[in-house]
């Protein structure tokens, strides 16, 4: 599980090489879909398999689904990024039409919010979750294996001294990450700078970045393990331009 654009076919491809684990998407419900969608009387469904759940930082994914809404598929677009942040944020479930399914939320982080919030209150129910932090896996590929394996009562754990490559360029949802002759013109080079929180901030502009920590919650926050996250864009954007924003306000 995960929101577009949060390292989703990454962590399966990983997984499935790594681990010689098998993944799944969209059984029973929709890997970017608010959970939950099915329950048997009072009790939740899920498949009845471990869940991994993949999560980009609030600033560094709103930035990416700001990029990705140009194409009008998931989001639909808008005409600036002030726009874009301050709402409302529709999803669209594209690939399913004639069936498809719509959601609406107030801003691009009440979405950030309410999916994680719902993944975090689906592990306190007792099913197994296990969240991921994408720039945790793409800095520390070996660790964040350690840890899943770990989750998957894989016995023994994956080696944190393995050598893990991260694919040169970006997977698409078919994980088919060999590509035949000449097919790697066609997709984009894998960035791992847009794991970085400074260059997301840098893009975005620290007013923007108010904007976005103004609607994420503390509680999401912590439960996708980012407790310090607010201090951390602080730290990263620098006195300078926090300065300047401020002045650009007053």
């Not at 993944?23 to 991994?52: N, T």
């Not at 896996?137 to 964040?144: I, N, T, W």
Request: glycine share 8%; aromatic share 12%; charged share 20%.
């Amino acid at each position: 599980m995960g929101t577009p654009w949060s390292g989703t076919n990454l962590a399966k491809h990983l997984l499935e090489r790594y681990l010689g684990v098998p993944v799944v998407f969209d059984q029973g419900f929709w890997k970017h879909g608010i959970f939950p969608a099915l329950m048997s009387g009072r009790d939740l469904l899920y498949g009845e398999l471990p869940i991994v759940v993949m999560s980009k930082d609030p600033v560094s994914q709103i930035l990416s689904w700001y990029r990705l809404a140009r194409n009008d598929t998931i989001f639909k677009p808008k005409k600036s990024l002030g726009s874009f942040l301050g709402g409302p944020f529709e999803v669209r479930q594209d690939f399913t039409q004639p069936g498809h399914m719509e959601y609406r939320f107030r801003t691009p982080s009440d979405y950030w919010n309410q999916f994680y919030f719902a993944m975090d209150a689906l592990g306190r129910s007792g099913a197994p979750v296990h969240f991921v932090c994408y720039e945790n896996l793409v800095s520390s590929p070996a660790l964040s294996l350690h840890m899943i394996s770990h989750f998957l009562g894989r016995s023994p754990p994956f080696d944190i001294r393995h050598a893990v490559e991260i694919p040169r360029y970006a997977l698409g949802a078919s994980n088919d990450i060999d590509p035949v002759e000449g097919s790697s013109i066609d997709r984009p080079a894998f960035d791992p700078a847009r794991a970085e929180l400074a260059s997301a901030l840098a893009r975005i502009g620290w007013r923007n970045a108010r904007a976005i920590l103004r609607g994420v919650d503390d509680d999401v926050l912590e439960a996708t393990g980012r407790p310090g996250f607010r201090k951390s864009c602080r730290d990263a954007a620098g006195a300078r331009a926090m300065l300047r924003s401020l002045v650009g306000s007053w």
